[in-house]
């Protein structure tokens, strides 16, 4: 079942997880899956208020909203959890994950797909806000607080307002800090070296201009010299 797979995989991704015990009873996230799980199923039957009415009830329980409508796949972990909100028209894959403070959000007020698709392996950053009906290719991570609002290809790290890509391929090394990208790859990032760059033309600027007020004060003192004589 995918509810006991949803719970298996926290194990893998939270090393604070003790137990299944504690897993159920203490872990919104977890909590909002399997009621999400109940829901859609009702939704699939077409008992559309009941869904949402449950649906309702689990987002006053968790902080989480999770609209009965939305497609998500085996093994979904929501860590921490409060905030997270999740369109109608939402698909997620296998093996995916996001952090408290996550929005897949629509873009449009007609009733056509209008929510983001993650495809299997997504991580997505606390804070982080995915928009519109795009397409988050496999393996594909997003920072913290980043807002994402066209599509990214397989294997690739999203950063920034708006989204941009940091590296073009992720590896099974690779760590991914859920409140902002790995400081060890933010090197690579062209807006950080540009910054870094003035940053360091500055200091440059600030230490010419203090030389250039010592020539003009020596500059100052030899004329007050040639004015006496």
């Known amino acids: ?64 909203e999770i ?50 698709t993650l495809k299997d392996g997504v991580i997505i950053g606390a804070g982080a806000k995915i928009l519109g009906p795009i397409t988050l290719g496999k393996n594909v991570r997003v920072g913290s607080n980043s807002v994402v609002v066209r599509s990214i290809d397989d294997n690739c790290t999203v950063v920034g307002i708006p989204g941009r890509i940091l590296k073009k391929k992720v590896t099974d090394d690779d760590q991914f800090d859920s409140y902002a990208a790995s400081t060890s790859s933010s090197a690579n990032d062209p807006t950080v070296q540009a910054v870094n760059s003035i940053i360091e033309r500055l200091a440059d600027l600030d230490e010419q201009i203090a030389n250039l007020s010592g020539v003009s004060e020596e500059a100052r003192e030899d004329l007050k010299e040639i004015e006496n004589k």
């Open 1 to 64: 079942m995918k509810m006991i797979e949803d719970i298996r995989s926290v194990f893998k991704r939270d090393p604070a997880a003790r137990n299944v015990f504690e897993i159920i009873t203490c872990y919104s996230g977890v909590q909002a899956v399997i009621i999400y799980r109940f829901t859609h199923l009702l939704w699939r039957y077409k008992l559309y208020w009941l869904a949402r009415f449950i649906s309702t009830l689990a987002r006053w329980i968790t902080g989480i």
């Open 67 to 116: 609209h009965p409508g939305a497609v998500i796949g085996r093994r979904f972990f929501i860590d921490h959890g409060m905030g997270v909100v999740i369109g109608e028209t939402a698909e997620i894959g296998d093996d995916c994950m996001m952090y408290h403070g996550v929005t897949l959000g629509g873009t449009s007020w007609d009733k056509v797909k209008r929510h983001p």
